[in-house]
């Protein structure tokens, strides 16, 4: 019933779609009209196929299934792709039936627009109702959790959180382990020996398996339960401690993968990213270029040796690249072999110690970033010597290099630069990585502008 009342609002939101086009492209002034302007009667006509394929695809991409649990980002995206493949199938169907003379190219790109925009504001207007709804307590699903775990807890803190998907927890099933009375904020119920009477006796519409990994082999045994019951039931994996960095789950060709170490920035996050590091990067070139000029004469001027110091490091998924840095040491510092940074090293130049102490050393690195090697802020990359030691020693220490490394980082507002704690460090960048987002790298770059600057262990 409600896939129908569903498709039904989005078709309605289709045609007002498809009669502004009409409007739009030849009623607003907007475009000249040179071959006349088509009846409405002929879009009137042609509806019909508009709203076939607009159904059709909606249903293929999964448009009318339940969406309660899921993000609006990610249903506007469905209904991207819908839409974009409903444009295709329309033109493909206009032009094999030879119907496209008296329709105009234009109006359909428009079509395509308008179609996105008004079905993405149908179904943000009925989430709103919907929300509106289950939160004054209709169109509730009474909803039973099935395992103590901390999967349990996670998923009762965000069904408080988000009261408008209409998950309604009754309580929860125990282990015989399990002695409380109370779990979180639900009862316990029942022991996992009583499903099928609890769900009958509560009336549950929706089963969370929220096992712990110890009772996974219960499963399956849990599931042939389920099976004889009309509830829904949705597995939420207890994996919190095996997900290092980046955790998903993701459809491939109809089986669920779930991955639990992968880079946080995929797709349009990182080209966000990038888009950032970018304009931001060469914006300070410019503005700099001064600066950048007076200190480079200044390191020339006060000791021998070149302007910059390259040096190789390592970024994304273990990649080499050379990064660059105002000379900060004398000539040939490290003509024996790496040596790891110490507070009053004999080996930097009095102006050397000065680029240090206020990070203007690392200005060259703003290059580093307009090329790719970096981001503007990530984990600080650190020297293929260095890493051979320290992945050995520090338990997932090569998570750094899921993310671009970074001109400045977490860490680095944080105090934690030069001889610090590592471990410190790992935390912070660990941190940064599993919640990243644009908003924390600009909150980064600001920290970094008005308490960052400044290195107080040189």
Known sequence: MFELILACFDLVFVSAAWFFTYWFR?????????????????????????????????????????????????????????????????LALTYLSKQSEPFSRLAFGWFWLFSFFFTTIGRFSLRVLLKELRRRGFNLKYSLLVGESEAARGLLKSLSLFKEAGFQPVGILVTDKFEADQFESVPVIGKLSELIDVIARYKIDTVFLTLPLSEMPNLNLIVDLLSN???????????????????????????????????????????LKRLLDVSLSLAALVALSPLLIVLAALVKLTSRGSI??????????????????????????????????????????????????????????????????????????????????????????????????????????????????????????LFYIKNWSLFLDIKIIFLTIIKGLKNRNI
């Open 26 to 90: 030849f009623y607003s002034n907007l475009f000249s009209v040179q071959k006349g302007i088509p009846s409405v009667d002929l879009y009137l006509n042609y509806l019909w196929v508009v709203l076939i394929v607009w159904f059709l695809c909606f249903r293929y991409l999964g448009l009318y299934k339940s969406h309660r649990s899921s993000s609006f980002e990610l249903e506007a995206w469905k209904l991207l792709k819908a839409n974009s493949l409903a444009i295709i199938l329309l």
């Open 308 to 429: 910059f110091y390259c040096q190789e490091r390592v970024t994304l998924d273990g990649r080499r690249f050379k990064i660059y840095k105002f000379r900060t040491m004398v000539e040939n510092a490290e003509a024996g072999g790496p040596q790891w940074p110490t507070k009053n090293d004999p080996r930097v130049t009095p102006i050397g110690r000065f680029l240090r102490k206020w990070s203007l050393d690392e200005l060259p690195q703003l290059f580093n970033v307009l090329k790719g090697d970096m981001s503007l802020v990530g984990p600080r990359p650190e020297r293929p010597y260095f890493i051979k030691q320290f992945w050995q020693k520090i338990p997932s220490y090569m998570l750094r290099h899921k993310v671009p490394a970074g001109l400045t980082g977490l860490a680095q507002v944080h105090g934690l630069r030069g001889d610090t704690s590592l471990e410190e460090r790992l935390k912070y960048d």
């Open 229 to 271: 019951t009309h509830v829904d039931v949705k597995l939420v994996p207890d994996l919190g401690s095996l997900i290092t960095v980046g955790g998903t789950i993701e459809d491939f060709d109809g089986l669920p993968i779930i991955s639990l170490q992968e880079s946080p920035l995929q797709g349009p996050d990182y080209l």
